[in-house]
């Protein structure tokens, strides 16, 4: 687990998803952290979108590239979790994919 270390928008930590229900993204993966840093700094839960290799490139999941694999973040699995289930900070995503995943994420919730 994460003590309290700085978590913030953009970090991508190996994070404990189960147990899921259904067809959530289940098992231990890295998740990006799209919470706002204001809310960060002030709760013990953040908001995170995980990472795959696998599935299917979406019009809406954000191709990128991690640690030497190249994939997406899957914004439509988007969890709140609590600071426990964060388990080891693996790095961050790059400017210019966590700008791109904001602005899916602004899409998927504009009217």
Known sequence: MVSEEQVSRGDIFLV??????????????PCVVVSPDE?????RTFIVA??????HPY???VPCKF???EGHVVPDQLRAVDRERLLKRLGSLSE???TELLVVLQAMFSV
């Open 16 to 29: 404990a998803l189960n147990p899921t229900r259904g067809s959530e993204i289940r098992k231990t993966r």
């Open 39 to 43: 809310l960060n700094s002030h709760l």
């Open 50 to 55: 995980p990472l795959t290799t696998g599935g």
């Open 59 to 61: 019009p809406f999941r």
């Open 67 to 69: 640690d030497g694999k």
């Open 96 to 98: 210019t994919t966590l």
